[in-house]
């Protein structure tokens, strides 16, 4: 088993974070995923007048379950790292190196949002308001979008200072992301307009929408990890 290490000349108690750990994120990520894909087989096959009734707390697309709370702390996960590498990073350029620190507001606000829900709360004013149907059912990936576009924007400087390889990393952890939460949130809102929430092509729909979400903040963690190993980073507990 590999390590991340490094030295640092505060004195205290060192703090070592085996590499490899990634494998079993990935593994978690796939158990979530597969958990929820079984959930709507068995809703679809045998109902919810059973004695596990809906099995609520492995959908995928629900607040309050397995998939939020995972997704909440994998995004935790990641404004711990960003801040460990902004520690690491801040030799660097002032406005390059606090864009770590900007990373891990920004994820942190988006586990509390995952968790809450906020950004759905807009869905049904505005829908009712302009009598939205179709691909703009669901109103908040406007705001969704226009969020993604100043949050890239802002981040461009930084990735062009990034090792080439990391910076990849993050360019396609971040389109797997974006390209569910907001790339398939149309046709989700297409299928939930015109059929209902829960048929089957949309509980199809919002699966594939969840697990890219699910696999694009493991794979931007691991970006994150990739990054601490080669910069040599060590966490600290001070005695």
Partial sequence: MSFVQAYSRWRGVSIVIPSDIVRYVYMATATVVMLGLLREVFVYQVGTETVLRDLRHFALDAERNLGAWYSSALMVLIAACAIVNWHKDRVRDGLVSYSWVFIAVVFFLL?????????????????????????????????????????????????????????????????????????????????????GAGSLLQTISTSIEEAMEMLGLTLFLHANFIFMAEARTTMLVRR
């Fill in 111 to 195: 586990s509390i949002d995952e968790t809450v829900g906020f950004h759905e709360t807009v869905d049904v004013p505005l829908r009712d308001h302009f009598e939205l149907t179709g691909i703009f059912y669901n109103p908040w990936i406007f705001f969704g979008a226009a969020f993604v576009a100043g949050f890239v924007a802002l981040l461009v400087p930084f990735l062009f200072d990034l090792p080439r390889h990391i910076a990849t990393l993050f360019v396609i952890s971040g389109a797997i992301y974006v390209g569910g939460a907001l790339g398939l949130e149309p046709l989700d809102a297409l299928f939930e307009s015109r059929y």
